[in-house]
């Protein structure tokens, strides 16, 4: 039967015939070569922006995708050896009003900001590329491309950028090192687009036709840049990156520990698209602090990679498979164990094909009784059909030392997977089938994974159906796999009803899923059946109702609170019927805010009822003020009775410049009796070299008593050799 499957899934993958492509032959822009000086100013005034071709006539992606921008925009390009220069001007032509940003910060949130972005897809593979994008205040986003037209924002890299704007018009002048990105030489040319988000016009828009259901930097939609020279060949690139930071922390209120550290990261490019990455006795103090939540479910909660030495190209590494079955997973690395040093070669071999190799070596800790580990990664991806890829991974954890009192640790797991990713040319359909190994010394960590899906994806149109198999015995020790000894079916449906340019209704429709989950003896554990309503309002903001049914067998005992109360047995059934009901403000307003309610059943015959907001203020440009308050209540019968659960946080974020940042997170997590503050002060005083002062201060009773607080100063510097 599963051969069966996974031949039936396999044609379900191959290209299918598609319908209504954009011409895109019509987007295309030659960039020339200056020979002058170009200060980045925001003053477009050098010759070569009056002579430099001009894209121009943007089309409107939302609220509508049927035609020309109310507000116009022209862009140019230009390049001389050293840097790619982009010259934006975006006039207020239909409507004026003060202009939205959220503050000044570095990656600001897309859709809470007046902002332009620039996708840029130097191999034109139509699937991996950068982005940059500014605000209107002139802060800095920027990230690198995967799968067509994801962004990841952890990625940061020296450019320079200016902003003017008066009521009339905003305007960016851009200077990108080729040294901060990679390219081949030989390809002249690139895929390229620019999109504009004006909030007091609740427009979106680029100069290439992107279809409203898809984010405007989509690679697939993506007009050409021609080059009539070839880029610049990319000299020696190196960057060393040392850093000096003092720690002073105490723990459980006992004697304060001074640590001083050095180390440095180095950066190499063995040629104009493939990187080097080494970094010894890395320190990763000023990374932000991980969001609390309320945790009632019975399977472990991801947190994403915040550290930067695992970022650059990191959708090699830990983009294989989905997002409940990952075989790697970096915050398994270095987790209560401290890094000592780490190399990793990453980027692209040509046009079709892209390498990651990785190797971290850990300490050994003798009062945690842990040996030193390496972990090696090796992920290689080759290009196929239009936009699709063919991927390979393979993990090995290995101790590198054991002791007599660690007889039952495995000395190695490793994992291999293979994995094939369709995309469309129109990017309406995409699948994935995935197949994954683990290896060990021992018999019961050797198990299998096979995993697919088929989604589509229209203005009007989404749906998708996806299946899991993971045997018992599979184990991924650096991946993130909560749960296994399952067959999953899921499928979801959705559907959008465009109304009537008239109204301030944009769209809406109903969305249907269900999911089962059976043991590999297709004995049936859990099953889920959801609805909702969506209504998308024109000035960007949204309501939906859903109501949600459950069935579940539990597998082990749990506790439904998680307060060591006392656990439900395995083997017992549970069900019950949920309903919510939740409201998306606007984003133009400078109070913001988003609230959900939900009541219905729980484990036991019990009940929850629960209020779920987030809250925002902006005094911009400076200070942007959010809050998170949620609340559960939960009532069971004894012995746990009845419980409730508050869940807040409040954070502060001061920028005095593009260039100050002074943030503060205060949360508090009732479930878990934990109290934490986070204090960071950054000052960026060269590109890329940062000066940090962090303050950590926490305590948390559940599952013991735990408190402490750290201060900490780190320095660094990116020197170009």
């Not at 900001?113 to 950068?130: C, H, K, M, R, S």
């Not at 986003?141 to 799968?147: L, P």
């Not at 944009?506 to 003896?521: A, V």
């Not at 009732?670 to 305590?699: C, H, M, T």
Request: charged share 20%; net charge positive; hydrophobic share 35%.
């Amino acid at each position: 039967m599963l051969k069966n499957l996974i031949k039936l899934l396999f044609f379900c993958c191959l290209p299918l015939h598609l319908l209504g492509q954009i011409n895109l032959e019509n987007y295309r822009l030659s960039i020339k070569k200056t020979q002058e000086s170009i200060k980045i100013d925001g003053i477009l005034d050098e010759t070569t922006w009056k002579d430099a071709e001009i894209a121009k006539d943007f089309f409107m992606i939302t609220p509508v995708d049927s035609g020309k921008a109310t507000q116009l925009s022209e862009a140019r390009v230009s390049f001389d050896e050293e840097n790619l220069y982009i010259a934006i001007i975006f006039f207020n032509t239909s409507i004026q009003g003060d202009y939205v940003i959220e503050s000044l910060k570095r990656d600001f949130s897309f859709g809470k900001n007046d902002n332009f972005l620039v996708a840029i897809d130097p191999f034109n593979n139509q699937n991996t590329g950068f982005a940059f994008g500014l605000n209107t205040y002139g802060a800095q986003w920027d990230g690198t491309m995967y799968n067509g037209r994801n962004v990841d924002l952890n990625w940061d890299t020296k450019w320079y950028s200016e902003v003017k704007f008066d009521k009339k018009k905003w305007v960016c002048e851009i200077a990108i090192p080729f040294k901060s990105i990679r390219y081949d030489k030989a390809i002249t040319e690139w895929g390229i687009n620019f999109s504009r988000l004006d909030l007091k016009a609740s427009e979106k828009s680029s100069w290439a036709p992107v279809p409203r259901q898809f984010p405007s930097v989509t690679l697939a939609y993506a007009g050409a840049l021609i080059w009539d020279t070839p880029p610049p060949k990319q000299g020696n690139n190196i960057s060393l990156i040392p850093f000096f930071s003092n720690n002073l922390e105490s723990v459980n209120r006992g004697t304060s520990n001074n640590k001083i550290k050095i180390g440095g990261d180095l950066k190499y490019s063995l040629n104009s698209s493939l990187n080097l990455d080494a970094t010894i006795n890395p320190d990763f103090s000023q990374a932000e602090v991980d969001q609390q939540v309320t945790n009632l479910d019975r399977f472990e909660l991801f947190f994403p990679e915040r550290r930067q030495f695992f970022l650059e190209n990191g959708d090699l590494f830990s983009n294989f498979g989905y997002k409940t079955i990952r075989p790697f997973f970096s915050r398994r690395i270095g987790l209560g164990v401290p890094i000592q040093a780490g190399i990793r070669l990453s980027g692209n071999i040509d046009k079709n094909w892209r390498i990651g190799l990785m190797d971290i070596q850990t300490r050994s800790d003798e009062i945690l009784n842990t040996a030193a580990e390496n972990f090696g990664v090796v992920s290689l991806q080759r290009k196929v059909f239009d936009r699709s890829n063919v991927s390979l991974i393979f993990i090995n954890k290995q101790d590198v030392k054991l002791n007599e009192n660690q007889i039952n640790q495995s000395q190695y797991n490793r994992n291999i997977g293979l994995e094939y990713n369709y995309f469309s040319a129109d990017n309406l359909w995409n699948s994935k089938l995935m197949f994954l190994k683990s290896l060990s010394p021992i018999k019961t960590k050797q198990g299998e994974v096979f995993a697919s899906h088929i989604e589509y994806q229209s203005t009007r149109w989404k749906w998708k159906l996806q299946q899991e198999y993971i045997t018992g015995n599979y184990s991924a020790e650096v991946g993130f796999i909560p749960r296994n000894n399952y067959i999953k079916i899921q499928a979801t449906a959705g559907h959008l009803t465009y109304t009537k340019k008239n109204t301030s209704l944009l769209s809406h429709g109903p969305s249907i899923g269900r999911t089962y989950y059976f043991d590999t003896d297709f004995n049936k554990k859990d099953q889920t059946e959801q609805f909702d309503y969506l209504f998308n309002f024109k000035n960007r903001s949204r309501f939906s109702v859903g109501m949600r049914r459950q069935c579940i067998e539990l597998l082990s005992d749990f506790d439904p609170l998680r307060t060591n109360i006392s656990s439900l047995f395995a083997g017992s059934t549970h069900q019950w019927n949920s309903y919510k009901v939740k409201y998306i403000s606007k984003p133009q307003n400078r109070f913001t805010y988003s609230t959900e309610v939900l009541t219905g059943g729980y484990y036991e015959k019990g009940k929850r009822t629960a209020f779920l907001g987030e809250f925002g203020y902006r005094f911009q440009p400076i200070l942007e003020l959010n809050s998170v308050i949620n609340y559960n209540q939960i009532e069971l019968p004894a012995p746990w009775n009845e419980n409730s659960f508050w869940l807040l946080g409040l954070k502060a974020n001061l920028t005095f410049t593009n260039k100050i940042f002074f943030s503060n997170l205060f949360q508090y997590n009732e479930q878990l009796g934990l109290w934490n503050f986070n204090s960071r002060f950054q000052w960026r005083y060269k590109p890329a070299s940062d000066i940090f002062l962090v303050f950590n201060s926490n305590e948390i009773i559940v599952p013991k008593v735990s408190r402490g607080w750290s201060l900490t100063l780190k320095v660094n510097y990116w020197l170009n050799l």
